[in-house]
């Protein structure tokens, strides 16, 4: 079996009478949506529910699947103690996704728990489900600050996973839209809030779940959702199936945004095999690219493949230009993912025999030795974007009305800590905000004097 149906609903604690006290009448439609949900789920009398949860643990990097047998909670915290919830897990199916998704580096698994008591994004979907249908253990999935494409690839392994061992399982996609629909409302208004409403219901509407893959997150952050990701890992349980969908409601009435849509898969479908055409698509693209890259890029690239998929350093190749064998000077490697960084490693000054052992030693660095980020895997190398910034010697300066934000780079230093910032990134738009990040990268203090340098940089 695979996912037999799957759902989007909130989980605003209000709705639940003990916790409202009234004032869940004001949603009265979301209600009634759930309980159609509720009763969907009773008929189908799946062996699984998966929830896919915004408020368990979250990491920037690992998508935490709660681990155990089983766990307990209750909305206490709302008010509310004498509704209780004993669910019981499915551990076989979730110790299958945890291997499935290592073997195939995806960055998730049962590592990290903090807190094993539900939360309100399950309990939520649970009050009203088990009004209805008492069966079925239960999988809690918990989002990341990965890309949308990672949230994607974990539903693909889910619904193997589920496929693997003959699961009749449910997805229930649990999240809150716009929290910004309302000057009045909790969190205030913002424009961004009804657009994302109306695009992300048009979405559902239209099943057109691949148009989930695009929505630009600076957009969902000004919005102030919190189910997007939680949506995205759902539709990657039915890739690859057309979907006959149904939505039930629309509230904002709380200035939060709250929608109910009912998804039946309807049979293999290829045309809907979502990331797999947009990774074809931004792997073609890259490689065209690097085709019209300079030899700087094209090293760094080459190192880094050699690393990640050998664990060896790079020999100099014979054909490169000269200025790269006979001139020696710090060099920064920038590598991204999809758009974020994923890594970035360089050097001030010259550290090694030359620009081509420079770039090579820190292209490795990047992708391996960056602590913000965990190493990167052979499956990532067809998807990085690889820029080389090579440095020139840095120059002492008396202040900052001496930089440029987009010309120079700057070195800020305080006793034994030196923090570095390029010049011309995206989203540092003055010298004030260029200092602060280099001060905070040392962890120099704002009150701890500093002295300045600046640099520029040759970008390839």
């Known amino acids: 079996m695979a996912?037999?149906?799957?759902y989007m609903v909130p989980h605003p604690p209000m709705i639940v009478p003990a916790v409202g006290r009234g004032s869940e009448s004001s949603i009265e439609e979301t209600t009634r949506a759930y309980i159609e949900v509720a009763k969907d789920i009773a008929e189908v009398k799946p062996d699984t529910i998966i929830v896919t949860d915004p408020h368990t643990i979250m990491y920037a990097d690992y998508n935490h699947i709660s681990p155990g047998d089983r766990a307990e909670g209750d909305l206490s915290s709302f008010g509310a103690p004498n509704i209780?919830?004993?669910?019981?897990?499915?551990?076989?199916?979730?110790?299958?996704?945890?291997k499935k998704a290592e073997k195939e580096e995806v960055f998730a698994g049962t590592l990290g728990e903090r807190n094993p008591r539900l939360d309100h994004g399950i309990m939520v979907p649970l009050y009203f489900i088990r009004q209805y249908y008492?069966?079925?253990?239960?999988?809690?999935?918990?989002?990341?600050g990965l890309h949308y494409y990672d949230h994607?690839?974990?539903?693909?392994?889910?619904?193997?996973?589920?496929?693997?061992?003959?699961?009749?399982?449910?997805?229930?996609?649990?999240?809150?839209?716009?929290?910004?629909?309302?000057d009045d409302g909790p969190y205030g208004f913002d424009e961004n809030g009804p657009k994302y409403d109306e695009k992300i219901m048009d979405v559902f509407r239209r099943g057109a779940l691949g148009e989930l893959l695009k929505f630009d997150e600076s957009f969902c952050d000004k919005a102030a959702e919190c189910g997007h990701k939680s949506f995205v890992i759902m539709a990657g349980m039915l890739d690859g199936l057309s979907v006959?969908?149904?939505?039930?409601?629309?509230?904002?009435?709380?200035?939060?945004?709250?929608?109910?849509?009912?998804?039946?898969?309807?049979?293999?479908?290829?045309?809907?095999?979502?990331?797999?055409?947009?990774?074809?698509?931004?792997?073609?693209?890259?490689?065209?690219n690097y085709k019209k890259k300079d030899p700087y890029v094209n090293l760094a690239r080459a190192a880094i493949y050699e690393y990640v998929q050998n664990g060896k350093e790079l020999e100099v190749p014979d054909n490169l230009p000269?200025?790269?064998?006979?001139?020696?000077?710090?060099?920064?490697?920038?590598?991204?993912?999809?758009?974020?960084?994923?890594?970035?490693?360089?050097?001030?000054?010259?550290t090694r025999k030359n620009l081509a052992k420079e770039i090579i030693g820190n292209a490795i660095s990047a992708v391996s030795n960056d602590n913000r980020f965990s190493p990167v895997t052979k499956n990532e190398l067809d998807y990085l974007d690889i820029s080389v910034d090579v440095l020139s010697e840095a120059e002492d300066i008396d202040d900052m009305s001496m930089l440029d934000v987009k010309k120079y780079g700057v070195i800020v230093t305080s006793g034994s800590k030196r923090g570095l910032l390029l010049p011309d990134l995206e989203g540092v738009d003055s010298v004030e905000e260029q200092v602060r990040i280099a001060r905070n990268k040392a962890g120099i203090g704002s009150n701890e004097k500093i002295t300045l340098k600046r640099f520029e940089v040759i970008r390839h």
């Not at 709250?258 to 074809?280: E, K, V």
């Not at 999809?338 to 000054?349: H, K």
């Open 3 to 6: 996912i037999i149906s799957a």
């Open 84 to 98: 209780k919830f004993k669910e019981q897990y499915d551990k076989e199916l979730v110790d299958l996704i945890e």
């Open 134 to 144: 008492k069966g079925g253990k239960i999988v809690r999935v918990g989002l990341s």
């Open 152 to 182: 994607y690839k974990l539903g693909m392994i889910i619904s193997d996973a589920v496929t693997t061992l003959g699961r009749r399982a449910v997805a229930v996609a649990s999240g809150d839209l716009s929290h910004k629909l309302k």
């Open 244 to 288: 006959e969908t149904r939505v039930l409601s629309h509230q904002d009435v709380t200035g939060v945004g709250y929608g109910i849509c009912m998804l039946q898969p309807q049979g293999t479908d290829d045309s809907r095999h979502f990331l797999d055409a947009d990774l074809n698509k931004i792997k073609n693209e890259l490689n065209d």
């Open 322 to 350: 000269g200025e790269m064998i006979s001139k020696r000077g710090g060099t920064f490697v920038s590598v991204h993912k999809f758009g974020d960084l994923r890594g970035c490693i360089g050097t001030i000054a010259a």
